[in-house]
């Protein structure tokens, strides 16, 4: 079964550190990767995604993750954060096998940013 | 273009009671997907549905159920309500253009269970 870890769960930054937020997963085939961010008191929307293609993908406001397929990682970055980052970022994992879907999620990491 | 609609946003039950909640995904898609979410545990898949079939499941006890019509609304009910399913209900739909697995989500629906 596919599985996602997040390894931070909280992490607290100053405006302009920079970020990484580290995502592996758990299968052997074919994958599409996402971050997903969920700001507060807004729903879930898609921060960037990995289908094929160049590893290194950009997203909205900055972000960007490299999938590193040997080290099973695709882990999330952002050079300078914002107030406005502050929200709950999840990594997510489709494990393509034909037409079923199943969408594994990781268990989230809290972001504060601090003016 | 409307969202993932989810009702209704927040409920209040009682343990023992059963609850239903409904999703209206984005015009077009046909794929719906349902997730708890609680802290801590980050979104657990419940089902997936597609044309009106479960096609997969989640590790749930048998009281959460769902179904799709076939106009791609879905309703996911829990019987039987315990403490411990109070948590956040998101609903999500896609299109499954070339399969990639993107989700659009609603707001959920927030229930608590006293």
């Known amino acids: 079964a596919q599985s996602v870890s997040q390894h931070n769960h909280h992490v607290i930054l100053s405006e302009a550190a920079s970020l990484e937020l580290g995502c592996n997963y758990s299968?052997?085939?074919?994958?599409?990767l996402f971050w997903y961010v969920q700001y507060p008191g807004q729903h879930l929307q898609l921060l960037l995604k990995?289908?094929?293609?160049?590893?290194l993908v950009k997203g909205i406001k900055g972000f960007e993750a490299e999938f590193i397929k040997s080290k099973f990682s695709f882990n999330l970055r952002k050079p300078s954060v914002q107030w406005s980052d502050t929200a709950e970022y999840f990594c997510?994992?489709?494990?393509?096998?034909?037409?079923?879907?199943?969408?594994?999620f990781g268990i989230g990491t809290k972001l504060q940013v601090i003016p | 273009k409307a969202g993932v609609t989810q009702t209704p946003r927040y409920l209040i039950k009682t343990r023992g009671q059963q609850v239903t909640l409904s999703c209206s995904p984005i015009?077009?898609?046909?794929?719906v997907s349902w997730y708890q979410q609680t802290p801590g545990q980050g979104l657990q898949f419940l089902f997936e549905y597609f044309s009106e079939t479960q096609r997969n499941k989640g590790n749930f006890p048998g009281r959460f159920s769902g179904r799709q019509f076939s106009n791609s609304r879905s309703e996911m009910n829990v019987s039987t309500l315990e403490l411990g399913d109070s948590a956040l209900y998101l609903c999500?739909?896609?299109?499954?253009?070339?399969?990639?697995?993107?989700?659009?989500f609603g707001e959920g629906s927030r229930l608590t269970v006293l």
């Open positions: 299968y052997g085939g074919t994958v599409n």
């Open positions: 990995y289908f094929s293609g160049d590893p």
């Open positions: 015009s077009g898609h046909r794929s």
């Open positions: 997510a994992v489709n494990a393509r096998s034909g037409g079923y879907q199943k969408v594994t």
């Open positions: 999500a739909s896609s299109n499954l253009a070339g399969n990639t697995g993107e989700l659009f």
